[in-house]
């Protein structure tokens, strides 16, 4: 169980706080360069102690009685195999090196990720490559639709990759992951360390072919197993159970994968078709008084229901402001959970939040004048502003609120918000602010405005 104060830094769940992960990595690669240089030291002397110990050695060899002849030669014989050499063995046995690593590594040890956050990693990465339909492989190489990154994932990300799809019973793309492993394993002496070998990819490939109903296949992929490490008598066991299997084996109908996307799906996709609309863009000069000295770039989304699209709301300065405000304060985003009626988190929902009272500085209160001159309302009784920063894959499942957000940030790929019952988009432009009705004229909720977050797939996603 994660303490509370573990759950909170839940690192895949925002951006922002990644970000001084690099820091800490910094740190730790310094700390093991710091140990080679140590290791290094260690070796420059031993290799002096014995070149300085050879040549009389060798000498003396010549001719062993003409040199413990000398009482002087023959008393630091004595003295040298009764003291240094057992001091020598002292010095290399100390593990001086190893401690001091250890040590400086357990100052780091809290900083780092837990298996939750990995686990948070790993959902977001399949959250990905499911909403957008990626192909494992490519997105593995560092094409993420279409656009070529500069890193990839290894083998080892991949593999992490397959074994959460194998935990989930997702078979189908659980092999994806493994095969795509395979193909990248690379024998060096990294992997060696990791204790990552490619039969344990070989193996779990197996087995998620044997849960496909193709032991034929399973057999195969375990013998390749076993080839690879042939004195493991349990592989070698599982390689002749799933032998019979293989042979009693009937054809069954194999599971299709997938199914239909859904309206979220082909949304954030981009694959809405797009009807010719009678929709217009204007300046509003008319909402407020205030609105004819400094008119608001409008564009409508929607008339019915009303989604209108505010251009150039937030500069950049009031951004890089309410950044700073929030910086340190971002928590993980909660859900109320109408069957535990208490606040939860969610796999709905992965951003961190920030609350800011309108008053925290003059630019909230700047940015509150401006949405009651968008809106036209009465701001007192508002719930106070949220900024939220979306984390690896982050999103915001299908709900219903009211009714205006604003972008912090242009987001390279994914990001969109999605108004999937009424097939409308809206792609995350920095400065924009996004306002819609969820209540219809009487007063009931407009299921027309239901909404979502679409995964970020490149970028980092800044709201308020
Ligand atoms: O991030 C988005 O695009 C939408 C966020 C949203 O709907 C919300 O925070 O309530
Ligand atoms: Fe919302």
Redesign the pocket.
Known sequence: EPSEGNEEKSFAISLASMVPLLDVEKQLIEILENYVKKLEDKVVFLKALGDEMVEENLESLKDPEGYVSNPLNSFRLIRRLQRDWINIEAYIITHKEENEYVEAMAAHHKQMPTSIDLQDAVEGIDRLQTVYDLEIDAMANGILNGKQYKYRLSSLDRYTMGVHLFDQKRYQDALFWLYSSILSYQNNSFNTVLDFHKTKIFELYAESLLELNRPKDALTAISRAAELNIFDTRLLKRKNDIEMLAKTHKLVPQEQRGGEPTDFQLGCRGNFSTIPSKLYCIYNTTTTAFLRLAPFKMEFLSLDPYIALYHDVLTDREIVTLKDLVKTNLKRATVFDKYQQKNTINHE?T?KISWLPDDSSNTTLGIIQKLADMTGLNTSGWEPM?I?N?GLGGH?KE?F?FFN?S?MSDVEQG????FPNIRTV?S?RKGTA?VWYNLDNALNADSRTL????PVLAGS?W?A
Not at 415 to 418: A, C, D, E, N, R
Not at 451 to 454: D, E, G, I, K, T
């Open positions: 929902r951003a949220q939220m979306y915001f709900h609120d957000f972008e990001g969109s918000t999605i809206v995350p996004l909404h979502a977050a679409c996603k709201g």
